[in-house]
């Protein structure tokens, strides 16, 4: 294309991949390789339509539910967790089964559980519906966790015993919304107690932090990732709180370029389920319409690293 106008593309960083997504993944390769194919998975490893195609590719199959697996093939369970009552149905029925929920995601769990147990009624931070919420919800027995969705919730959420009163949250949450909702938590309640340390976890935080960080120099904002990848989402949400309108697209092909129009310069990030080969694709469909400078914002490297299941590597 002639003439093509000018265009600043500003890439955030940290984006994309997290430790936790990068285990899930690993694993059900693993899986593969050492069982053969197919491997079954329950639901979406992570929230990625193009990852999930490729490990089809590689022989896994993806299923809602555990009655759908065959006695004779192994389960992943995926990256979100899932309620005690799945692996507990999976041993009755004697199959292999190998757990890919993201570590900060289990210690989560444990949490949940050991405040459980010394008489605490939990107030859960999260997005009803989210496989982690329901995940969370499932460890622990019903009725003893209360799901709050927003500031306005804490009006109206009951309390057992405001003394024996604890609040855990999504690791996916939007960073800022979080706080408010703890805030007026704290307000209400004050002798709630609160985690030992953070449950949003770090790659959520990092990436959030990697827009706001941008924000200010950039005219618009694309989101690599998926509609029903809660990190992603709040990515978005970030840019649009900052004013700077911002897109969630899955891949290059889903760019809206009458409302992309010719910003001067471009923020591009991904979510923690989008690999960086999507961001790379989308960079190429810029290219070919820009007259394209790329920037890396500057960052701190991102080093956590997660075991992967000793069964899968011993």
């Not at 899930?24 to 899986?31: D, F, T």
């Not at 209360?146 to 996916?172: G, I, K, M, W, Y």
């Not at 700077?244 to 010719?262: F, H, K, M, T, Y």
């Not at 394209?292 to 590597?313: G, I, N, Q």
Request: hydrophobic share 45%; glycine share 6%.
């Amino acid at each position: 294309m002639l003439n093509r106008p000018p265009l600043r593309v500003l890439i955030a960083a940290p984006r994309g991949f997290c430790a936790g997504v990068d285990r899930a993944i690993r694993i059900v390769e693993l899986a593969i390789e050492r069982f053969g194919a197919p491997v079954y998975v329950r639901h979406e490893i992570v929230h990625n339509r193009f990852v999930v195609e490729r490990l089809k590719k590689l022989g896994a199959i993806f299923v809602d539910e555990l009655d759908e697996v065959p006695d004779d093939r192994p389960v992943v369970f995926s990256a979100h967790g899932v309620p005690k009552a799945v692996p507990a149905n999976a041993r009755e029925r004697g199959l292999v089964h190998v757990d890919a929920t993201c570590p900060l995601v289990s210690k989560v769990h444990r949490q949940a559980e050991r405040l459980i147990d010394d008489g605490y009624h939990i107030l859960f931070i999260g997005h009803a519906g989210h496989p982690e919420v329901i995940g969370t919800f499932g460890q622990v027995p019903a009725g003893s966790m209360t799901l709050v969705q927003s500031v306005e919730d804490v009006a109206t959420v009951t309390a057992p015993n405001p003394e024996r009163l604890a609040f855990l949250t999504q690791t996916t949450l939007s960073v800022d919304d979080t706080a408010a909702i703890v805030e007026a938590l704290k307000a209400r309640f004050p002798a709630i107690r609160s985690p030992r340390s953070e449950d949003i976890c770090y790659a959520t935080s990092n990436r959030q932090a990697a827009v706001k960080a941008i924000a200010p120099e950039c005219d618009k904002l694309l989101v690599i990732g998926a509609p029903n990848s809660s990190n992603s989402l709040r990515l978005a949400e970030v840019a649009e709180r900052l004013n700077v309108p911002a897109r969630l697209i899955e891949r290059a092909s889903d760019i809206d370029w009458e409302w992309l129009g010719q910003p001067s310069t471009l923020g591009v990030t991904a979510g923690a389920s989008a690999p960086e080969t999507l961001v790379r694709e989308v960079i190429d469909a810029l290219r070919d319409r820009f007259d394209l400078t790329e920037e890396e914002a500057d960052h701190s490297p991102e080093r956590m690293t997660f075991k992967l299941p000793r069964e899968l590597v011993e």
